[in-house]
């Protein structure tokens, strides 16, 4: 497997703190330290023995530099001697129970006096392989035609309903969670744009593409773009469910039309300032179902609303979007979005569908009903439409 096109890992400010001492400028700091604990919140004790990497380079990619360590018994690390300077960029990525936990890009300031440390935490959690407890909540795709293809705008919101974090059951050094892409979108790579958890790579597959991360619990949002390919004007979307999807739907530009076996027509909607037609599923949609979707675009169809379907995938699922789509998100872990609770409910709902179809048994039921029920009581109550 090949890494796909990533941007650089994106900064995020929120998981680490940083402590200067002696803030005053004077002779610049060559060097400064990299320091912090790792929390088990599965366990709410911090972490020994979790293996923690330090990596780094200048904005140029030169000067690169890795650092290894494990931690002691209070779940602490301590890197030092790491050269400090505005143009270089630092991540600490922990492994902890088989997951990859990344923590959050940061910079060792010069221009102090005091050698400058920098402190952080960085959360992990047991982990599971277990399949069954991730699902989509939503699958929202915003499709554009232009010169050449159709650039899609795919953004999905994955729901973590245990209190493990998901790692997948490839083992080490394979896809946690897989990004499933139409036929014709795979060869062109696929590029994460905006993300509730860092990605620090994005593996190409057979399926679409996949992240390396452990998914923790909660629901985390990934918006991420792919060009399809198609012959005059016809551009086909389908795809294989890799699991269970609530809610799906696809939008497009007047000039466009969809037609598929799982979507139907579902109005109009204005987004941003932009209004594009919708199809929808009418019932949730089960791993390893066949969606077939196809999209034909007229003579004069352009790809001018790029953008837009960018910002509109974005605010759909809820992320913040401010003046570029590669801007970084200000904080790790963002609060609810206010749409969750009825994420959840819906969850419960195509639960009891699939229970009332047969299609799962009495036990299984009861279980990740629970589970679910279980998020929908952490929601703080402002959380509901």
Wanted: zero cysteines.
């Amino acid at each position: 497997m090949r890494r796909s096109g990533v941007k650089v890992r994106r900064v995020v400010i929120g998981a680490a703190a940083v402590a200067l001492w002696g803030a005053a400028p004077a002779v610049a700091a060559g060097t400064g330290v990299i320091q912090g604990v790792v929390v088990n919140e599965t366990t709410g004790a911090p972490q020994p023995g979790a293996s923690v990497r330090l990596g780094g380079a200048r904005e140029d990619g030169s000067g690169r530099i890795s650092r290894r360590a494990v931690t002691d018994a209070r779940g602490r690390y301590r890197f030092t001697d790491i050269p400090a300077g505005d143009d270089r960029l630092y991540v600490v990525d922990v492994r902890h129970d088989g997951g990859l936990f990344p923590g959050s890009p940061l910079s060792i300031p010069a221009d102090t006096k005091e050698t400058p440390v920098i402190e952080t935490r960085i959360r992990v959690w047991d982990t599971t392989t277990n399949p069954q407890t991730v699902l989509l909540a939503r699958d929202n795709m915003f499709v554009t035609p232009g010169r050449g293809g159709m650039d899609v705008v795919e953004s999905v919101t994955v729901a973590n309903m245990t209190d493990l974090a998901y790692i997948g059951r490839g083992g080490p050094g394979a896809p946690t969670l897989g990004l499933a892409v139409p036929v014709e979108g795979r060869a062109g790579g696929i590029e994460i744009i905006d993300s509730d958890l860092d990605v620090p790579e994005l593996l190409r597959t057979d399926f679409g593409a996949g992240l390396t991360i452990a998914i923790p619990p909660g629901q985390w949002k990934f918006t991420y773009v792919y060009r399809v390919g198609g012959v005059a004007g016809n551009y086909d979307l389908s795809r294989t469910a890799l699991y269970p999807v609530v809610q799906t739907s696809v939008h497009a530009p007047e000039d466009v039309d969809v037609t598929s076996n799982r979507l139907v027509p579902n109005g109009n909607v204005t987004i941003g300032g932009t209004e594009y037609a919708r199809w929808s599923a009418t019932e949730a949609i089960e791993e390893g179902d066949q969606i077939q979707i196809s999209a034909t675009a007229s003579a004069d169809a352009s790809n001018t609303m790029l953008a837009a379907g960018i910002a509109a995938a974005i605010a759909v699922a809820g992320m913040l979007f401010a003046g570029t789509v590669w801007r970084n998100r200000r904080r790790r872990n963002p609060a609810p979005a206010v749409d969750e609770r009825r994420d959840l409910m819906s969850a419960i709902a195509a639960l009891d569908i699939r229970r009332n179809a047969g299609d799962i048994d009495e036990e299984e039921w009861d279980a990740r009903r629970a589970e679910l029920k279980a998020l929908l009581a952490r929601l703080p109550a402002g959380s509901s439409r």
